[in-house]
């Protein structure tokens, strides 16, 4: 059935009636999947305890089974009808396309993303939009600039570029997005977040008004965006840019940069040309439709764009629907099965909002869409996907992490809309924005964005196997009725809200393989978590937590645990560590262990974790050095280490451990032995996969740090509160060759870096703050001609100054040119309320 659907879904939009045939095959598939899932439910449930227990709840269950076999028995009976009437609704050419969809894209190459340079047909409104807002800002006023324009038009993408350019010129700068079922306190709220203004989640509406309104006073720019004239209307001056779609040159260079992006020339071979100008003529000159066919052409070979095209017709004659989301459809149609779930679960977070990695890779392994192929882990098939999804221009990338891997992106609000019709027509997933009643009939996945959840319309939700919130102030007791009734749950996702304690329904919960309680307000969890033996993520990070239960210990089907304690001091957050259960040496499937304890109780049991990717222990003290050492020599797949001293005046046993050459990340925190160091930086020569090193309170000096230049793998380095004890820090020739960002933070005796001939040859940015000592620029600088981006901030007084004269001395003038090259040069002190950029 399955393999039907898959081979059937890009012909159900063709034909009304294979549509319904179809339909009427997914729903008898959902309901064999609830039959079985119930049955292993049961099943399960009757192998606790003892034999008399077990045959008392088998007799009990005899009803049960009872009923299962007589749904198994209607279902069969209306497939076997189905399939007498399967000839009646054959689709042409599906045997011949069969297996043609398999996932052969883009899953192993790099995934490509706009950058600044590609975007195309703005030049002019962007040279404008920027006068508007940066002109006459020494008046202080207000101004309101407006960019409307019809769907797909570019609005987002264009502003987004002039917003990243300019915001370094004011003192505070945010993006909000405004989406249909706001609420306006929570819009407020993330304004003032946005802000920078402190503690504004737990201010009251009229409090968090008056913060904004003090804080923008006298001195606002603001830009929007909109799809209605009646909004650009309310610009200042007639500031308003009417974005219309691009012309015929500029849409065919862009068609022609996404369909063959692969060649050498990027230009469109002459065979093709009459097809790739009615390819155009569907696009209708939005920018969105242009990149997303484009990016399905550029993966097809030559001969099969003939067969794309006849799709599109297809979709155009027979559904009457507009060019723009034809030419989505087609692109979501094209999308191998697996990738297409991947797709549509993108769909279920609310608009505009960032999707990070690592969160949508586990909701995908623990929904079951990936499968483990070509030696492949699940983690590592799961982001070609979404790599493939970025390159299909059916996500768009947002940001990149410490060494330029795709760490957050974007569901477009019209791909979203069109993923979102598409999901309740499959009964994939509804999105409920807090309006009317909620009703789940039939849907499998449901996502909470309102605040004010009604009851269910409707007995049970027993089909419903995942559930997530988007609201920060969800009612926990208005998520009971959805808990109790939806018994085959798998995937329960609070990330976010306020709840400070889960309720009992929730331990029932026997087929849950993901818990998501992330930045909640919970304080503690009770030993029933014990009972959900299916379990793969436990995500309690950044809670109330202090420790875990000893049931925790028994979830031997845990592959990820999270856990960690934050703590807010005046305005600064400490994360630390919580103690675990013991018994945790039973979780030998887990791959992350993220933050523990120190105890040698618990390191020897960690230990016994061979398969850990991820770990993290605090509270280190040199007491638990051959504990330590003993634990990470048995992990041989490690890729990220954190170790935290119990106190900054701690040593850290750094110069025991035999680190893997798997280590991908290091974090240390806490003095690192003086007489030792050279030899442990030494040690670590063998790491050529360590990418990241980021120290604090190690309390380097002059010869120590010169030993770190053994790490030449290294693409970020991070020296933070007392990192680095030394006056002058010298990177010599040929060292950190790999070096893409550098942070210096928080070192108050630090008076001057030199850079050799050389050195910091691959380097893009270079932060230095809390520097007080700091009285020029580093000497040789002038040399990194790699470098785009320079921070400054808190360094001496009079080197801010310096730079902020622009040349009106010799002295000024030298320290100008040694930074001509660079793209980007910010200057900060806080205590003058300065911060400008300069370059």
């Not at 893009?764 to 520097?771: G, K, P, R, T, Y």
């Not at 801010?800 to 000024?812: G, P």
Request: hydrophobic letters at 40%; charged letters at 25%; one cysteine or more.
């Amino acid at each position: 059935m399955k393999a039907y659907l898959r081979d059937s879904e890009k012909f159900r939009d063709a034909d009304e009636t294979i549509g319904n045939f179809v339909d009427k095959i997914r729903k008898l598939s959902f309901r064999i999947e609830d039959v079985v899932d119930e049955f292993m439910y049961k099943l399960e449930g009757d192998k606790h305890g003892g034999f008399a227990a077990k045959m008392k709840k088998r007799i009990k269950h005899v009803k049960v089974w009872h009923r299962l076999a007589h749904k198994l028995r209607d279902i069969n009976a209306e497939l076997e009808e189905a399939t007498k009437r399967k000839n009646r609704y054959a689709i042409p050419g599906m045997e011949r396309r069969a297996g043609s969809s398999d996932h052969n894209a883009t899953t192993n190459q790099a995934f490509c993303f706009a950058r600044e340079e590609d975007l195309v047909g703005i030049e002019g409104h962007a040279v404008k939009l920027k006068a508007w807002l940066v002109d006459d800002l020494e008046e202080r006023n207000t101004k309101t600039t407006t960019v409307w324009g019809m769907d797909g038009v570019g609005k987002t993408t264009f502003v987004n570029h002039v917003y990243k350019t300019v915001k370094l010129d004011f003192d505070a700068a945010a993006w909000v997005t405004v989406s249909k079922s706001y609420q306006v306190e929570d819009l407020l709220k993330k304004i003032a977040r946005e802000l920078g203004i402190s503690d504004a989640s737990n201010m009251e509406m009229i409090r968090v008004v008056d913060a904004v309104r003090n804080h923008l006073e006298g001195k606002s720019r603001f830009i929007l965006t909109s799809r209605s004239s009646e909004v650009a209307s309310v610009a200042t001056s007639n500031c308003v840019i009417n974005l219309k779609p691009l012309g015929e040159k500029i849409s065919w260079n862009l068609f022609c940069k996404e369909a063959f992006r692969n060649s050498d020339n990027k230009s469109c071979p002459s065979e093709l040309f009459d097809l790739a100008v009615k390819f155009l003529q569907k696009c209708e000159g939005l920018p969105i439709a242009i990149a997303c066919i484009g990016r399905l052409l550029s993966i097809k070979p030559h001969l099969e764009w003939e067969t794309v095209y006849k799709e599109l017709e297809s979709h155009s004659t027979n559904i009457a629907i507009k060019s723009m989301n034809t030419i989505l459809r087609v692109s979501l149609e094209d999308l191998p099965y697996e990738l297409k779930n991947c797709f549509l679960h993108c769909a279920m977070f609310p608009e505009d909002y960032l999707l990070k990695r690592r969160r949508l890779i586990r909701h995908w392994i623990t929904s079951g869409f990936i499968k483990e192929k070509e030696n492949k882990t699940l983690e590592q098939v799961a982001e070609g996907y979404l790599n493939d999804l970025v390159n299909r221009s059916l996500l768009q990338f947002v940001g990149d992490n410490e060494v330029g891997r795709m760490k957050c992106c974007r569901m477009h609000d019209i791909i979203r809309h069109l993923a979102i019709d598409k999901a309740e027509e499959e009964c994939f997933g509804k999105v409920y924005e807090g309006n009317g009643t909620l009703s789940v009939h039939q849907t499998r996945r449901l996502s909470i964005h309102g605040t004010n959840i009604v009851p269910l319309n409707e007995f049970g939700a027993m089909h419903l196997r995942a559930v997530y919130a988007f609201t920060s102030s969800v009612d926990i007791d208005m998520l009971r009725p959805i808990l109790e009734s939806s018994t085959l749950l798998s995937i329960l996702d609070l990330q976010g809200t306020q709840i400070k304690m889960l309720p009992n329904e929730v331990f029932s919960l026997f087929n849950l393989r993901f818990l998501g309680l992330r930045s909640t307000r919970i304080e503690s969890l009770p030993e029933a978590v014990g009972r959900l033996q299916n379990l793969e993520v436990l995500d309690a990070g950044l809670t109330l937590l202090s420790s875990l239960p000893k049931a925790v210990a028994k979830l031997k089907k845990l592959r990820y645990l999270y856990a960690s304690l934050i703590l807010q001091e005046g305005t600064v957050a400490n994360v630390r560590g919580i103690s675990a259960p013991r018994g945790i040496r039973n979780l030998t499937g887990l791959h992350a262990l993220q933050k523990v304890k120190a105890s040698k109780e618990t390191l020897c049991e960690v230990a016994a974790l061979t398969e850990l990717r991820t770990f993290a222990v605090s509270d280190v003290t040199s007491e638990h050095s051959i504990n330590l050492c003993n634990a990470i020599t048995n992990m041989s797949h490690l890729a990220h280490l954190s170790v935290d001293a119990l106190n900054e005046n701690e040593v850290l046993p750094m110069d025991a451990l035999n680190l893997p050459e798997t280590l991908y990340k290091l974090e240390l925190t806490g003095q690192l032995e003086k007489t030792h160091m050279p030899q442990i930086f030494s040690s670590w020569s063998h790491l050529t996969n360590l990418n990241i090193l980021c120290l604090w309170s190690s309390k380097l000096n002059e010869d120590s740090f010169s030993s770190l230049a053994t790490l030449r793998s290294l693409c970020f380095l991070g020296l933070y509160s007392g990192a680095y004890n030394g006056k002058i820090m010298c990177f010599s020739a040929q060292s950190f060759p790999r070096l893409r960002r550098l942070f210096i933070r928080d070192a108050p005796q630090h008076k001057q870096v030199e850079v050799q001939v050389g050195a910091l040859e691959s380097l893009v940015e270079l932060h230095i703050s809390s520097c007080p000592e700091l009285k020029c620029l580093p000497h040789g600088i002038e040399y990194i001609t790699t470098l785009e981006v320079l921070y400054l901030h808190d360094t001496a007084e009079e080197l801010i100054e310096k730079l902020r004269q622009q040349t009106e001395s010799d002295e000024c003038d030298e320290e100008h040119m040694k930074i001509r090259h660079t793209r980007m040069v910010v200057v900060r002190l806080t205590e003058k309320k300065i911060w400008e950029r300069i370059r």
